[in-house]
């Protein structure tokens, strides 16, 4: 199971109606943050969620609106009495921007890892899922990110039971151990089924289109992508920006076939994103234009609600 | 004429329903905030305020809540198309917290200056009025300030035409010049009336109670004073955070006679401050219980809006 909220849809500025764009993601109890701007604390208490199992937080970059509200959020991990270590992921410089702007989050009762990105793609495997980084197209070093929990096949208990494995070896056999019985090993691939389909989430902003980000959002339950300009007739603006538009990122999202696209990171001057749905839905017609605080439980496709 | 907007009213944490404390003071065209927690530049659009008329910043210290919106602010400053520098004044450290903080804020079209308080008071005149900053007594150095808008005596024409002064030179003697015609010396002095009570408003927090803010508050027309507590039953709380009650601000605007007192900065777990006003009112009975973009406006004694 895998809860998706889109913390804020804003992009440059944060508005009175409108947070930054940040995403916030629940994998069995640990959270995944993606962008920090001003207000994102603001905006989870405002959700209902809590800063404290935020174990890792990933930087698309570091213009403003998507890190300057980490000194706040950090200092409110820390009164939720936070003391778990926090991994940090973002483009080179990461360390340095991060300890700067910590200049006024000092004491932290967690320490503070970070991991900085250089690569045109880097996999960091979790605990709870994998996180794929990969470089897009904007004005600075800039990342996309994906958060995949995979799914193992199913256990096939007549399969163990015809070996002769005794039940206390079985569950050592699904989580992929080879054991060993009265010298004879037994591997995971015997009693395994195939690896199911998992779940898949890809983040986007800020960016020009490209393949990459269309390769990495092939299979996603949930590709969320900016759509700073609603009007076509702004596609100049997007190109010298190196932005999108909301045609350009359902037409990502149709040539990847995902299951849904979610539009985010608006320009301010964009009042009524949704005003542009009916047309972008002829691109991409599961594409849905988000508000703050949109959210989804992304479950696996047999309905099962975890492992 | 003096408009005051209390931007935010909230200590240590922004909610979603009460910003931090900030303060912003508009004279004839110049404003000055003082503090600049994360979400300020949210709750002045949202009162509908300029950010761009923002020729000094004062802070009263360096907890992030009272400095974290700063680069978000600055850029808002930018994006209105602010030229002009900008002076910021703060307690010592301020050049070297401020220049950390831009590490995601460098470039700006306008030039940012940083006055560094030390000494227990300091006064800096500006043209549209004079700040007199004055140290507080907090967990780290904090200062108080307070801005006050001179009024000098009316013009007395009866007494300039009596010394036979054509009427091209009063506009200089208004402005306290001396003017020389036909070999004599004519002095302000002789045609200008008392200085008459101008307008003042100080503002403090975070602090405990102490004989400078209720000596610097005295002829204030609005006192603005924390209180982060409205339970006297968190008195201790109070004197080991160094912060103070409601109680305790009311009783320095009392002894201090100021004409209101406007209570703001309560702690995260203050949900409803109102519930302590009549008890407040026991000791101040003009204090009122400030809600979020609470604004007056301050105009002379005699309704003259401005000279």
Same mark, same amino acid.
């Given at each position: 199971?895998? $809860?998706?909220?889109? &913390?804020?849809?804003?992009? @440059? @500025? ?15 109890? %640990? ?18 969620? %809590?800063?404290?199992?935020? $174990? ?27 003391? /778990?270590?926090?991994? @940090? ?26 991991? #900085? ?64 019985? $009265? ?11 195939? #690896? ?31 759509? @700073? ?10 190109? $010298? ?6 045609? #350009? ?13 979610? &539009?985010?990171?608006? !320009? ?32 696996? /496709?047999?309905?099962?609600? !975890? #492992?």
């Amino acid at each position: 199971m895998l $809860d998706i909220c889109l &913390l804020g849809t804003g992009g @440059m @500025m944060p508005l009175p109606y409108r947070f930054l764009t940040s995403m916030i993601a629940r994998i069995n109890g %640990s959270s995944i943050l993606i962008d920090c701007g001003e207000g994102t604390q603001v905006a989870l208490r405002k959700k209902g969620w %809590s800063a404290k199992p935020v $174990d890792v937080i990933c930087f698309t970059h570091f213009h403003a609106d998507h890190i300057s509200g980490l000194p706040g959020f950090l200092l409110s991990m820390a009164n939720a009495d936070r003391t /778990e270590p926090v991994l @940090m992921i973002g483009p080179k410089g990461l360390s340095r921007v991060v300890a700067s702007l910590r200049v006024i989050a000092r004491d932290l009762p967690f320490v503070v890892d970070c991991l #900085e990105l250089d690569d045109k793609e880097h996999t960091i495997n979790l605990d709870s899922c994998r996180i794929k980084a990969f470089r897009v197209n904007h004005s600075v070093p800039c990342y996309g990110y994906s958060i995949t929990v995979d799914r193992a096949g199913r256990f096939d208990a007549d399969a163990a039971r015809a070996l002769g494995l005794d039940v206390k070896y079985w569950s050592r056999l699904q989580k992929g151990e080879t054991v060993t019985v $009265d010298g004879r090993e037994y591997y995971p691939s015997m009693v395994m089924g195939k #690896e199911r389909k998992g779940l898949k989430v890809t983040y986007c902003t800020d960016s020009r289109p490209t393949r990459d980000i269309t390769e990495n959002a092939k299979g996603s339950d949930l590709f969320i992508c900016e759509g @700073m300009y609603g009007d076509t007739a702004e596609l100049d603006k997007a190109r $010298d920006k190196k932005h999108m538009t909301f045609f #350009e990122a359902a037409a990502m999202a149709a040539e990847a076939g995902v299951d849904r696209l979610w &539009l985010t990171h608006y !320009s301010p001057s964009l009042n009524h994103p949704a005003e542009y749905i009916e047309e972008t839905r002829k691109i991409f017609d599961k594409t849905e234009v988000c508000k703050d605080g949109a959210s989804v439980t992304l479950v696996f /496709e047999d309905g099962e609600a !975890s #492992e």
